[in-house]
């Protein structure tokens, strides 16, 4: 597999065009090639995959889910994250950030920090105090995630079932504001005149 290219982009897309569906496809069955941590217990074929994300599209032009999307210089989706609103009225305060997955040629660079400001921002601005996440114990993604400051506030014991192995979950949350502070030194750089 060739290396994927410096990030070119983040950007938050009102509709996902027919390469960037294949793309965000592509993204994701490299990472279920090393794991199953993204919902998923092995790599999705195209009818599959193509499904999932023509409804994911359905949603984000229906403003129910917001997406991220992470491109490289050669226009390949090397990054995405998802946020769910939550639509109860007395829930509407709260996030909850899914699928957020970064090309395994592309971690241990600035990518994640990047993102996760531009995440606090988005949540900012659409009036989302909380940010709540959820992740398998014990694995790189929770270790993540609790490096970037998110607090565990709960732990479901039979989480996630592959290949009959239980998994326990963590549960864990933020605040957008908490988030923007701990990364604002990646805000985008603006042109002074």
């Not at 241990?108 to 920090?113: V, Y």
């Amino acid at each position: 597999m060739s290396k994927i290219k410096k990030l070119q982009t983040l950007n938050w897309p009102d509709m996902l065009s027919e390469e960037v569906k294949i793309e965000i496809l592509n993204l994701m069955n490299s990472v279920l090639e090393d794991d199953t941590i993204i919902g998923f217990p092995e790599v999705l074929d195209d009818e599959t995959g193509l499904k999932i994300i023509d409804e994911l599209d359905e949603d984000i032009r229906l403003k129910k889910k917001h997406v991220l999307l992470a491109t490289s210089e050669n226009k390949r989706v090397i990054g995405m994250v998802i946020l769910n609103e939550k639509q109860l009225p007395n829930c509407k305060h709260i996030v909850e950030l899914t699928r957020g997955i970064i090309h395994p040629s592309s971690r241990g660079t600035e990518l994640l920090n990047h993102s996760l400001y531009r995440i606090a921002e988005r949540c900012i601005k659409l009036g989302k105090d909380i940010i709540i996440l959820d992740v398998r114990e014990n694995t790189r993604s929770e270790k993540v995630w609790l490096h970037c400051g998110f607090r565990q506030y709960g732990r479901l014991p039979d989480y996630a079932r592959v290949d009959e192995e239980v998994f326990s979950g963590i549960y864990m949350y933020q605040t957008a504001v908490d988030l923007k502070e701990k990364f604002a030194t990646f805000a985008p750089k603006t042109v002074k005149e």
